[in-house]
Every structure is written in structure tokens, then in C-alpha cells.
């Protein structure tokens, strides 16, 4: 095993654990930096008893590397390996009949990988497409993308497409529902787009009739598809409480104009609570199970959303990315009217 791909699956599996960024960086720079020295030097370090002398590898990943020069899997890949499969829980045959994901990010927000790597991941795990869903411009912390950026992405996507086929990347975006209930993005884009989330990530302690509104006319446009995990709730960490708004006027919006609610499976949201999701399914809502994923192993999480989907007898029918992607792609255009 080279020491750049056990490195690479060591990151992997630590994304997949939802670890530390602080970890998973460590890692990642410790990847790149075998990358960058080429495998003969840091053989000739390595039997030189020198390989820590490098910028980013310390006695961990050092280790790591070591082992895997010696021809062994190294331990502490062997132990994520084992550690951090995800049981499928009930889910099993809901994740099977599920052929793509419509929430992911790349590195050209605030995700951690290339757009191509996400792609590659998403091949290996039996999926048919992916929707690329970066964030929009006023999320500046997400290095959110601006029409220009946004179209050079298109650019780029289309090029992958070539190489990728079969598989296809949908172009798409994570855009943001500003205050007032207006999208983040150009009315020319979001219309160019195959698939739009839209989500809340600003003043998500506004009063509830505030909020009510403000996902009603999200909703309500003709360009949104999916909305991206609706209470903003995480349950994590130091946790954040759920947004407060009417959910039987957002969900009755969301019927009545096509939009789907999305089952985040990111596992600190796991957005929407079962109480909201059973009643968006009394409102015959569609269903969209994403990952919302920042990291190829974050990818492999929809196996939480379909075992929480499957435990509440959701059919496949009703969940978007059971369709293909011709068919996904028809539906986001036609919706609206439906
Ligand atoms: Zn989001
Ligand atoms: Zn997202």
C-alpha cells in the first residue's frame, strides 16, 4: 500500500467518524505532503530514520507511513476501518433503491475535497449522480459563490461530465434564504440550475411568523426544489435549538408547490425531528435524503437517513432520489406547475 492512499483512506474513514477537523487536517496535510515529496524520497527518508523531519508529519502519521512502506496495513487504519462502519440500521433496502445524493459540497465552498474526488466517492458507493449544491455569495464564511465563480463551476462540471459518463454531476446549488424569503442567487442562474436546495443559515432566532414567512416564499418559488435542513437545529457539540416557525403552513407550501423536504443526514442535524418529518408526510410532502455531505466519507451517511426513513415507513416513491436522473431533472423543471 503506498503511504499517500493509506493517508487518503485514513481521512476518509475519519470524515466518514465525523472527527475533528483538527485531526482530519493533520491527516490530509500529511497526505499531501508524501504527495508533494514523491515516493522515492521519502522511501530514502524513511530508511534514513528521517521522515519527521518533514513539515506535517509527526509520529503518527509517521507511523502510518512507515507501515505502509513496510508492506502492512498500517494499525490505525485497520482500526477505523473496523471502528467506523455505519450499521445500516433498517434502511438497507431504502439506501439500495437510492440512486443519488442532491446535497453536496466541494472545495469550491467550504467543502474539503475537489468536485472530482466527491464524484469518484459517490461512484463507488453504486450511486448514478450527484448534485453539486455549493453555497451562494452572501455566505461568506462558506466562500459562498458569486455568479462568476458559480459560472466558471458550470464550466468545470461540464468537462467532469465527459470524463465521468455514465455518471453525471447535477449542477446545483445550497442557496440562501435571506431574511426577507428572497434567494441568494440570480433569477438567470438559479433557473440554469438542475436541482436547488434552499436553506436557512442567517437569524434563525427570528420570531416564528417571521420565519413562517420567510420559508413560504423559499418555497413558493418556481426555482426551488428541496428544502435543506428546515429547523437549523444541531444536536451536537454545544447544540443549537430548532428554528421556530408554523411547520403545517411551511409543509402545506411545500406540498402545494412541489418542493421537497429534505432529511439532512448529517449525523449532529439529523434534521427534521421525527415529530416534523411524520407531519410533512401528513402533508404529502416529497422527500429528498441528502448527506448535505463537506467530505467524500461523508457521503456514505444517507445509510442514517434511510434507516430513520425506513423506521417511519416513508415508501420509496415518495423520496426524490429514488428517480433517475433524467426523470430528477424533470421533475425540478416541471414542478413548480404540477
Ligand atoms: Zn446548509
Ligand atoms: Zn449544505
Redesign the pocket.
Same mark, same amino acid.
Given at each position: 500500500m503506498r503511504p499517500a492512499d493509506a493517508l487518503d483512506r485514513i481521512v476518509y474513514l475519519l470524515d466518514r467518524d465525523l472527527a475533528e477537523t483538527t485531526k482530519v487536517r493533520a491527516f490530509a496535510r500529511a497526505r499531501d505532503v508524501v504527495i508533494d515529496v514523491g515516493d522515492e524520497e521519502i522511501e530514502r527518508l524513511h530508511a534514513a530514520g528521517k521522515l519527521t523531519d518533514l513539515p506535517g508529519i509527526g509520529p503518527s502519521t509517521g507511523g502510518v507511513i512507515a507501515q505502509a512502506l513496510a508492506g502492512e496495513v498500517p494499525g490505525y487504519l485497520a482500526r477505523l476501518e473496523a471502528e467506523t462502519v455505519i450499521p445500516s440500521g433498517e434502511g438497507g433496502a431504502l439506501r439500495a433503491a437510492l440512486r443519488g445524493d442532491c446535497h453536496t459540497h466541494s472545495l469550491w465552498s467550504d467543502g474539503g475535497a475537489p468536485i472530482e474526488k466527491m464524484a469518484r466517492t459517490a461512484i463507488a458507493l453504486g450511486h448514478d449522480y450527484m448534485v453539486l449544491t455549493d453555497h451562494s455569495p452572501r455566505l461568506t464564511i462558506a466562500h459562498g459563490l458569486n455568479p462568476k465563480r458559480l459560472k466558471e463551476q458550470l464550466v468545470e462540471v461540464e468537462a467532469l461530465n465527459v470524463e465521468l459518463a455514465p455518471f453525471r454531476i447535477l449542477t446545483g446549488i445550497?442557496v440562501d434564504i435571506l431574511e426577507d424569503g428572497a434567494l441568494d442567487q440570480t433569477e438567470e442562474l438559479l433557473a440554469r440550475l438542475d436541482v436547488v436546495v434552499a436553506?436557512v %443559515?442567517s437569524k434563525l432566532r427570528m420570531p416564528e411568523q417571521e420565519m413562517t414567512r420567510r420559508m413560504v416564499m423559499a418555497v413558493a418559488s418556481p426555482h426551488v426544489d428541496i428544502l435543506? %435542513?428546515c429547523t437549523g437545529r444541531k444536536v451536537a457539540g454545544t447544540g443549537r435549538p430548532q428554528s421556530q416557525f408554523d411547520p403545517d403552513i411551511v409543509f402545506a407550501a411545500c406540498a402545494r408547490f412541489g418542493t421537497a423536504v429534505e432529511i439532512n443526514c448529517r449525523p449532529e442535524r439529523q434534521d427534521p425531528p421525527e415529530e416534523l418529518l411524520s407531519l410533512a408526510l401528513d402533508w404529502d410532502c416529497r422527500i429528498s435524503i441528502d448527506t448535505?455531505a463537506h467530505a467524500p466519507g461523508q457521503l456514505e451517511w444517507q445509510v442514517y437517513g434511510c434507516d430513520k426513513a425506513a423506521r417511519m415507513g416513508i415508501e420509496p416513491e415518495r423520496i426524490v432520489n429514488t428517480m433517475t436522473a433524467d426523470d430528477l431533472v424533470a421533475w425540478t423543471a416541471t414542478h413548480a406547475t404540477a
Open positions: 445550497e436553506s %443559515h435543506g %435542513h448535505d
